[in-house]
């Protein structure tokens, strides 16, 4: 998208010599002699930079710049004068204008202010997007599992490499959710990661929405189609089920993945792109290896950096956190309070061995949420297809008391044994701590 700069001088040969001067640089401009004019032409175009003289004939630039920030106080404002003085300087400053030059400004020097300006601007808008994404995922991620928590730091290291990254575990443990927070903290977060299901498609079709094709390379190919990886050109691409991948596609992936070039269906040249890599499965590779259904060449690629989340069954001190994760979220799409589970629910979604894990759980309260008309749901409000434990399931009794104690461990090491900050977390008093510290026996170092 152009660059758009407004010029604001009393002097109209000024504006026209600097408008010349910048759109040789590639900008649009526009230019202004008074207030009124400025303010509308501020409104109505997508401005970049605003170049403003302090003195507007009868008018004051400083009473423009401060209209100019209220207005929107992102889009930096370098002011110029032929009357320059410390105080007006300092006065521009605290305003909220970028630079402040004394004219005969030398337009070199004029030009670079206006670039670092506009890219400081892109800079930090940039990294306003990315705190956001990073903000998402925090919210999402519900836990207090230390294997968890540091798996995610991991996560965030190598975000900022161009590692390959291959994302393992059981179906509903949120490996797309991870592939986003990776993709939100990589160098490529200001383009859109590009994601595709290799499970979803036939081995033809699934080479076509790869590496696209030309025009004419089959009947009904009526025109050039860009595949996934071409589409994800600068940016991540997140190969979602890729133990379904038929051994031919996994061919061409591993020389895509050496190369950084391919070539689509029915083309004659080679493409280059520079592209992110992060795969997930469900599947056990290496066993599917020795089975000759996956290619070892590819895993070894793909496994540079391997990430592998936990079960919800191995981190069940988090099921009454995401509990009350999931069902605050329901109510704040509809606007209503949070419900809440009765006891008995809870021991049962704590014994529960929750085959489909965190989506399983969010579906299940969903679905209990939305049936159930009082505040508190109870066990009668389940969905009629809820896995209830196996024969082999641990008994109820005392569930509650390890979670607890787990809980509490967790958010001991958290805290760095700093037992009021580990109160304040938990929602305890301290006395109320101190007799579970003595009921469990854990150690009050």
Excluded at 434 to 443: D, F, M, R
């Amino acid at each position: 998208m152009e660059r758009q700069l407004l010029i604001v001088d009393d002097k109209v040969r000024l504006c026209e010599s600097l408008e010349q001067n910048f759109r040789q640089l590639h900008y649009g401009c526009f230019y202004a002699t008074n207030s009124s004019d400025a303010i509308r032409l501020f409104l109505d175009q997508d401005i970049s930079a605003v170049i403003l003289d302090v003195k507007l004939g009868e008018e004051s630039g400083i009473d423009v710049l401060k209209e100019l920030m209220a207005l929107n106080a992102k889009v930096p404002v370098i002011m110029i004068t032929a009357f320059a003085t410390i105080e007006t300087a300092v006065e521009s400053i605290k305003l909220g204008a970028f630079d402040y030059l004394q004219k005969p400004v030398n337009f070199n020097k004029l030009a670079r202010v206006v670039e670092n300006a506009i890219r400081l601007r892109n800079l930090e808008e940039e990294n306003l997007k990315l705190r956001r994404k990073l903000s998402d995922f925090s919210t999402k991620l519900v836990t207090r599992n230390r294997e968890m928590i540091g798996l995610c730091r991991k996560a965030q290291q190598l975000a900022l490499t161009d590692l390959p990254v291959l994302v393992c575990g059981e179906s509903g443990t949120g490996k797309e959710l991870l592939a986003d927070f990776i993709h939100a903290s990589s160098p490529q977060s200001c383009n859109q990661i590009v994601k595709i299901n290799c499970s979803a498609f036939a081995e033809s079709l699934l080479d076509n929405e790869l590496f696209g094709h030309e025009r004419g390379a089959f009947t009904g190919a009526d025109s050039t189609f860009q595949g996934v990886f071409e589409r994800a050109h600068n940016s991540t691409l997140f190969l979602d089920e890729i133990g379904d991948m038929p051994l031919a596609i996994q061919s061409k992936i591993l020389r895509t993945l050496q190369d950084q070039e391919f070539r689509r269906v029915g083309g004659r040249t080679n493409i280059k792109v520079k592209v992110r890599f992060i795969a997930a499965t469900n599947k056990d590779l290496h066993q599917m290896i020795e089975q000759q259904h996956f290619r070892a060449d590819l895993l070894y690629r793909l496994n540079a950096a391997t990430l592998t989340l936990l079960p919800l069954r191995e981190r069940r001190a988090d099921i009454p956190l995401l509990v009350n994760h999931f069902l605050q979220e329901f109510a704040d799409q509809q606007g209503n309070p949070a419900k809440r589970v009765s006891p008995e629910l809870m021991d049962l979604l704590l014994g529960s061995e929750w085959p489909g894990n965190v989506r399983e759980l969010r579906n299940t309260l969903h679905y209990a949420a939305a049936t159930t008309d009082g505040e508190i749901i109870t066990l009668s409000n389940l969905p009629p297809g809820f896995i209830k434990r196996g024969p082999d399931a641990p008994p109820l009794e005392g569930i509650r008391e390890r979670t607890e104690r787990d809980l509490i461990v967790t958010t001991l090491k958290l805290a760095n044994h700093n037992k009021k900050k580990a109160a304040e977390i938990l929602r305890l008093s301290r006395k109320t701590l101190y007799n579970k510290l003595e009921k469990y026996g854990i150690s009050l170092r």
